[in-house]
């Protein structure tokens, strides 16, 4: 008789080209943050059609959606994201999140009566700007969930990635208009605020802590060179390799922005952009497990202590780690030397490797979550969590 291993292995395979379909249309089709209209109905027509529960824009996200199979007590989440990037597209792969996701899903439904399982697809929006995971989370979608796993595609393999923290943040200057020629010295140059906290900034940097880092564009820098700009606007990104060094680096970095609306008699106002995101906390055990999946399809995940040093972008996935088990692993895609967030690892996100991280990657995580299922004590682990939590 198959193993329940065995059975969502061969599943995944059976819906091979349902699901490199899947991925090949996301990539052809790419869509921003918060309006991946198209995107979010394809990837639940298959879970939909395998007689999935959907229940649409869960939190009030449009391009979010929810779907559930099964009725064990062990409810497991597998987030898809399907969001790209603008000018780029599917530069961070995330055609290949959502096909992999919906792999897994359709891959634990064969065995969740055996298992005593509940499959819960999510698909969440606005990975790469305004934190989806985390308006659903605040939201309660994830309430009665005990454990979510999802992976990423980049150019090595990671079984236990670890990200770092992220706050983002728009910096609007206000000053005032002026010719900039005949009545300079009625103007309050808002671009010249901008100038003052970027080299503030600049300034900073040496004192920034390990793992602090920050980056920013000018969205906004004036209208017309002989007119002295009276608004202005900056957009910042701040990284900490946890919550506690990222409340410090916000605070300092207040200061640079600060600096340049009193150097120049503007006014500023700062709003965040988005939730923050917090650092990646993986499950040990279903990080062993998924390592374990790695080696055994002839992947080569960097080592523990690699990992543990080296820790990848940022994520909102990381919130969920801190509420719940969860894993977040990144799976190889061969991209001639290119990185996400780069043109060429676009046209990698639709190559042949990228369609086997598509497939192998929804067998190492099926498989992983069987592990959990059959495991008592682990089960029981993750169980007793999920009461304590919901107490």
């Not at 497990?289 to 080696?295: D, G, N």
């Amino acid at each position: 008789m198959p193993t329940a291993s065995s059975c969502v292995e061969d599943a995944v395979n059976r819906r091979r080209s349902d699901l490199l379909e899947l991925s090949h249309s996301l990539h052809a089709e790419p869509e921003l943050a918060f309006a991946e209209h198209r995107s979010c109905a394809k990837t639940q027509a298959l879970v939909a059609e395998r007689g999935f529960d959907i229940t649409v824009a869960p939190a009030g996200l449009d391009t979010a959606f929810r779907a559930d199979y099964g009725n064990g007590p062990l409810v497991i989440g597998v987030c898809a994201e399907y969001d790209a990037l603008p000018g780029i597209g599917h530069a961070c792969g995330h055609n290949i999140i959502a096909s992999s996701a919906v792999g897994t899903a359709l891959a634990l439904a064969e065995v969740a009566d055996e298992l005593g399982l509940t499959v819960v697809l999510l698909g969440t929006p606005a990975e790469e700007a305004g934190g989806g995971k985390v308006l659903m989370l605040d939201a309660g979608v994830f309430d009665d969930i005990a454990a979510t796993v999802m992976l990423h595609p980049g150019p090595l393999d990671v079984a236990a990635a670890r990200s770092l923290a992220l706050a983002e943040a728009k910096i609007s200057y206000t000053g005032r208009e002026s010719h900039a020629a005949v009545a300079p010295h009625l103007g309050l140059n808002a671009a010249d605020a901008i100038t003052v906290a970027q080299v503030a900034v600049g300034l900073l940097r040496q004192q920034l802590a390990p793992g602090q880092m920050v980056h920013g564009i000018v969205t906004d820098g004036g209208q017309a060179a002989n007119i002295i700009p009276a608004h202005t606007e900056l957009r910042y990104a701040m990284r900490a390799l946890d919550a506690e060094s990222l409340r410090e680096l916000r605070s300092r970095m207040a200061g640079c922005f600060a600096a340049g609306a009193i150097a120049t008699g503007c006014e500023h106002v700062v709003t965040e952009n988005a939730p923050a995101y917090a650092e990646l906390r993986p499950d040990g055990w279903l990080s062993s497990k998924l390592r374990a999946e790695m080696v055994r399809l002839g992947r080569t995940p960097l080592a523990e202590d690699v990992e543990a040093s080296m820790p990848l972008g940022s994520t909102d996935m990381g919130n969920v780690t801190h509420v719940m088990p969860g894993i977040h692993p990144i799976v190889g895609v061969e991209a001639g030397g290119a990185s996400l967030h780069q043109p060429a690892f676009t046209a990698a996100a639709a190559s042949a490797s990228a369609d086997t991280a598509v497939i192998e990657g929804a067998i190492m995580l099926a498989r992983t979550v069987v592990a959990l299922a059959e495991n008592t004590v682990e089960r029981e682990r993750v169980l007793e969590l999920w009461q304590r939590r919901a107490s």
